[in-house]
């Protein structure tokens, strides 16, 4: 069985420069989560998508989200058999195993929900019937920000759905010159093989499951958790699929360092990325993240860290 660091190796051949990103969407696959990716166009937010999906032998479905896609579209629909008369269910792309959704915030809200019963419980359910999707499922979103002309705003309900928020930023001068160099003669991403298989990433991701984490970080866990809720700085706080969330990505993030066990700072260097894009600020005018990451550090500030 292969391990999945090279996963991490194989993504950093097309995305330079951005080891916390490209580590933070493989936990996002080890965890059995689902990742959102956001930053302004043209930073590399696709290619990461993409890059991942490829790096494993998957069926892998992307969806250009637009203003006027139905949840049809991304689902599927039932269509009439001229043969038989009766109605076939024709499988939309949200049957596969990495789906990328390319600038989920410029589809309507009515289009977003959709995802959200697959996204939740690895179903869809359409006219009365339950298909099941996949395993293993993975969604991996891209938006753009909310100041871009022409999107929408993600409603709490389907940010929650992410297990990890990830921005790339602009790059360096120096990885800028990188990335000119890769892409002279072809894009690096056409040729990237596969260096997983499906029956590596489903093993993985069933070991993930029997990481330790012991009964003081929990405790710790749920002190950052029981922060977030004061309603004196937040009118959000991390739900329970939240605290989930982070328990199971510091977890993903122990097997991804060769560690059976988890340690203090696999929880606290996943808060800001489990948590930033779900909570909600009281009384200040910066941004929703920058204001959410800024509250989640002093939270870190102060919670005492178990020895």
Same mark, same amino acid.
């Given at each position: 069985m292969s391990e999945p660091g090279c996963v991490i190796q194989n993504i950093e051949?097309?995305?330079?420069?951005? *080891? %916390?990103?490209?580590?933070?969407?493989?936990?996002?696959?080890?965890? %059995?989560?689902?990742?959102?990716?956001?930053?302004?166009?043209?930073?590399?937010?696709t290619t990461l998508a993409q890059a991942l999906a490829? *790096?494993?032998?998957?069926?892998?479905?992307?969806?250009?989200?637009?203003?006027?896609?139905?949840?049809?579209?991304?689902?599927?629909? *039932?269509?009439?058999?001229?043969?038989?008369?009766?109605?076939?269910?024709?499988?939309?792309?949200?049957?596969?195993?990495?789906?990328?959704?390319?600038?989920?915030?410029? !589809?309507?809200?009515?289009?977003?929900?959709?995802?959200?019963?697959?996204?939740?419980?690895?179903?869809?359910?359409?006219?009365?019937?339950?298909?099941?999707?996949?395993?293993?499922?993975?969604?991996?979103?891209?938006?753009?920000?909310?100041?871009?002309?022409?999107?929408?705003?993600?409603?709490?309900?389907?940010?929650?759905?992410?297990?990890?928020?990830? !921005?790339?930023?602009?790059?360096?001068?120096?990885?800028e010159r990188d990335i000119l160099a890769r892409h002279e003669h072809a894009p690096p991403l056409a040729a990237l093989e596969p260096v997983a298989t499906l029956a590596d990433v489903v093993a993985w991701q069933t070991s993930v499951r029997s990481v330790r984490v012991e009964a003081p970080l929990i405790e710790y866990l749920l002190a950052i958790v029981e922060a977030t809720r004061d309603?004196?700085?937040?009118?959000?706080?991390?739900?329970t699929r939240a605290a989930l969330g982070l328990r199971r990505a510091a977890q993903a993030s122990a097997f991804l360092d060769g560690r059976a066990y988890c340690v203090p700072d696999d929880v606290k260097r996943l808060v800001v990325p489990v948590f930033a894009h779900r909570v909600l600020t009281r009384g200040t005018d910066e941004t929703p993240i920058v204001a959410s990451t800024e509250r989640l550090n002093e939270i870190l500030g102060r919670v005492p860290v178990p020895r």
């Open positions: 051949r097309v995305v330079a420069g951005k *080891s %916390e990103a490209v580590r933070l969407v493989v936990i996002g696959l080890l965890a %059995e989560g689902h990742v959102l990716i956001e930053d302004l166009p043209g930073t590399g937010k490829r *790096s494993f032998d998957a069926s892998f479905r992307r969806v250009q989200c637009t203003s006027d896609m139905l949840p049809a579209d991304i689902l599927g629909v *039932s269509v009439l058999d001229p043969a038989t008369g009766t109605f076939r269910f024709q499988r939309g792309p949200i049957f596969g195993h990495v789906v990328v959704t390319d600038e989920l915030n410029r !589809a309507t809200p009515r289009t977003q929900s959709a995802l959200l019963e697959a996204m939740n419980e690895a179903q869809v359910s359409i006219d009365g019937t339950t298909h099941p999707l996949p395993r293993p499922f993975l969604v991996v979103a891209t938006q753009n920000p909310i100041e871009v002309e022409g999107t929408y705003p993600l409603p709490e309900s389907q940010l929650d759905r992410f297990l990890l928020r990830v !921005a790339l930023g602009y790059p360096s001068k120096d990885v309603p004196k700085t937040f009118l959000l706080g991390a739900s």
